[in-house]
């Protein structure tokens, strides 16, 4: 009897302290389960933290231009303000999406990767360290028109706890193809060609003014003379 009922309670002791490893691996996978970056946040937000956007995190994407140019390789510095104080574990992390184009890793850069089916970047284990990331950019071929670029940028204060202490933020620009879409051009085409026919015209009326005038005084003058 008494060696039923040592066995119960270790059976049940070793369940307690299963259950208790359970949750603690549990608990330490979802705060470290994105240490290494995660894609697909650009439209929803780093939720896992924080539920709503702050208005005080500003991501900034430095060295988009307005226009790009057709298979030229820009170099994107990511960055933000505000959010809360560091804390000695990780830092910050990223989602970046670019509609069209193609995201490069710089040559020796550790602090970012590419998901290249998905076209964003985020950062690695080592980037998330870090307040400041780059990223290579090469701009689509002629014709592909506008390039929406959406950023999210995660800061946290580094208990390594995912809760409403850490801070997200997202901003968004369009890069317009270069010398824009074919419909563009073609619009701008047909403005150029009514403008040169409206000149046309007016000069033609113009100069047919002139004749007629001039034809009118010469008439008078002949009439003049008779007289």
Known sequence: MRLKRSFSIALIASSVALVGLLALSLSTMDADSYSAGITGRT?????????????????LVEGL?????????????LSFTGGPAAGT??????DLKVGDGTLLVPQGSGLVRVDPAEHEATHTSSGNKEDRWSILWRAPQEGS?????????????GDGMPNSNDRWGRTSTTVEGSGGSFATSLLYGVL??????????????????????????????????RR
């Open 192 to 225: 150029i060609l009514i403008a040169i026919l409206v000149i046309w015209m007016v000069v033609g009326r113009s100069r047919s003014s002139s004749k007629t005038a001039a034809k009118r005084s010469t008439r008078k003058r002949g009439k003049r003379r």
């Open 145 to 157: 028109g506008d390039v929406e670029v959406v950023l999210v940028v995660n800061v946290v204060n």
């Open 43 to 59: 439209g929803t937000g780093c939720t896992c933290h924080s539920s709503s956007i702050a208005q005080n995190v500003q991501p």
């Open 89 to 94: 574990g990780p830092r910050a992390g990223f």
């Open 65 to 77: 231009p307005s226009s790009y140019e057709p298979g030229r390789v820009y170099r994107l510095n």
